[in-house]
Nanobody, 124 residues
Framework: QVQLVESGGGLVQAGGSLRLSCEVS????????MGWFRQAPGKERDFLARITRSGANTYYADSVKGRFTISRDNAKNTVFLQMNSLKPEDTAVYYC?????????????????WGQGTQVTVSS
C-alpha cells in the first residue's frame, strides 16, 4: 500500500532550523508532484510548498517564501522541507502529500495521498 512517512520534526528555538523528510513507498514517486502542508491547533490546514515531478519547479506560500525550501530525491523516493529562521508561529503538525495531477495547486483536496504528520514546535 501507499505510505508517506514524515520525520525530522521536533522542538527548536526561534531562529533555528529543521529539515523534514518524507519517505514515500507504494507508488511511482517520480510520477507525483509533492507538497508540504501544516496545521496548527484550532486552525485550518495551510499549504506551504510544492515541487514538480522532476524537481525543476517549486512553489511557496508567501508566509514561508525565503525561509523554507522544498526539494526531492527521486532515487530515494524522498521529499524534503528545509526550514530556516523558524518562528513560534511555525508551530504545527507538518504533513507531506502526493499529487498525481499536473496543475500546480495549493488545495489539499487535490492531493491523493497524505502522511501521518510530524510535530514541529518553535519556542520563543
Amino acid at each position: 500500500q501507499v505510505q508517506l512517512v514524515e520525520s525530522g520534526g521536533g522542538l527548536v528555538q526561534a531562529g533555528g532550523s529543521l529539515r523534514l523528510s518524507c519517505e514515500v513507498s507504494g507508488l511511482t514517486f517520480s510520477s507525483f508532484a509533492m507538497g508540504w502542508f501544516r496545521q496548527a491547533p484550532g486552525k485550518e490546514r495551510d499549504f506551504l510548498a510544492r515541487i514538480t515531478r522532476s524537481g525543476a519547479n517549486t512553489y511557496y506560500a508567501d508566509s514561508v517564501k525565503g525561509r523554507f525550501t522544498i526539494s526531492r530525491d527521486n532515487a530515494k523516493n524522498t521529499v524534503f522541507l528545509q526550514m530556516n529562521s523558524l518562528k513560534p508561529e511555525d508551530t504545527a503538525v507538518y504533513y507531506c502529500a502526493a499529487d498525481s495531477g499536473r496543475l500546480p495547486t495549493t488545495r489539499g483536496q487535490r492531493y491523493d495521498y497524505w502522511g501521518q504528520g510530524t510535530q514541529v514546535t518553535v519556542s520563543s
